[in-house]
């Protein structure tokens, strides 16, 4: 079995881990980026940070998720509003060549994916979508095992879909994307302006049936059903930190979500799992990924 470090590099934490393809993770550390990018090289800091983690012991491969768009050949990152310092920056090459092994760079949320198909026994032929809230929407579409790139390596930027009448400035540099209404980011919004009192944890709990929320639940859904109309997906997993707050209504979700999916088909027939939210997920989903390419 290969051994293989594999990291997860969010906007705010950076998760490490040695994991070993079939999901078993040691050693798993989580710690602020800050604390580790912090010169103006950032793949350099990097480089250093996993050689002292290793600290002597071996490894076959390195694989890193981003929450980024990368280039279709998935060795550098395109764009990253939260991690400016890492675009278009060599990362395989640079790192596998002062680590000494393959180093694979995938999106955060593909190795989200690969995990929660094994976690779920989701096999992989057919059309599999990850749709992950968190601070904004990630998306992996999984076509017959294999992720799904796109011409320039962005396909599944569902959060960046318009909304029609938003005005939100997205961190992507667009206007009225997606993610700036149906995101996490929202509910932070929310509880600045609206709830001031209200511990973001505890919205659901606090608010429910409020309109702000179903409106919230609503674009949410719009969402998912944009991708399922379009897809026909013989699964849909939904994750990510804001589906796994206290009370959140996955029933109301789930009606919102059939209420715009096309019928009879795909909505009678659409199978959707709520996936836990799990710190060492994309650790394990790394493994996975790198396992399958060495
Ligand atoms: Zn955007």
Redesign the pocket.
């Known amino acids: 079995m290969n051994r293989i470090i594999g990291i997860d590099i969010g906007g705010t934490n950076f998760r490490i881990g040695f994991t070993d393809g079939a999901g078993n993770v040691s050693a798993f550390s989580k710690l602020p980026v800050k604390s580790i990018l912090k010169s103006d090289d950032a793949l350099s800091d990097i480089a250093s940070y996993i050689t002292s983690y290793a600290g002597g012991r071996k490894y076959d491969a390195v694989s890193i998720g981003f929450p980024a768009t990368l280039n279709r050949e998935r060795t550098r990152i395109l764009q990253a509003p939260n991690l400016r310092s890492m675009e278009n920056l060599p990362v395989t090459e640079y790192l596998s060549s002062r680590l000494g092994v393959p180093v694979f760079a995938e999106r955060d949320v593909t190795f989200a994916l690969y995990y929660d198909m094994r976690k779920y026994g989701i096999p992989p032929n057919g059309v599999i979508c990850g749709i992950y809230f968190g601070t ?1 929407i990630g998306n992996a579409i999984m076509i017959g095992g294999v992720p799904l790139t796109g011409r320039d390596g962005t396909a599944g ?1 569902l ?2 879909i318009p909304v029609h009448g938003c005005h939100e400035v ?5 206007t009225g ?4 209404v149906a995101g996490g980011k929202y509910l932070a919004r929310l509880q600045r302006e609206v709830w001031p009192e209200t511990n973001i944890a505890e919205t659901f709990m606090e608010h429910e049936g409020d309109e702000l929320i179903a409106g919230f639940l609503a674009n949410m859904a719009e969402c998912v059903a944009s991708e399922v109309n379009i897809l026909d997906p013989d699964c849909v997993i939904i994750g990510g930190g804001v589906p796994n707050m206290k009370g959140f209504p996955r029933d109301v979700l789930h009606r919102e979500i059939i209420a715009r999916t096309r019928r009879p088909y795909p909505a009678e027939n659409l199978r959707v799992i709520y996936a836990d939210d799990e710190a060492e997920k994309c650790v394990a989903g790394a493994g996975y990924y790198a396992n399958l390419r060495l």
């Open positions: 904004g930027e959060g960046h997205c961190g992507c540099g667009l994307c997606m993610e700036t």
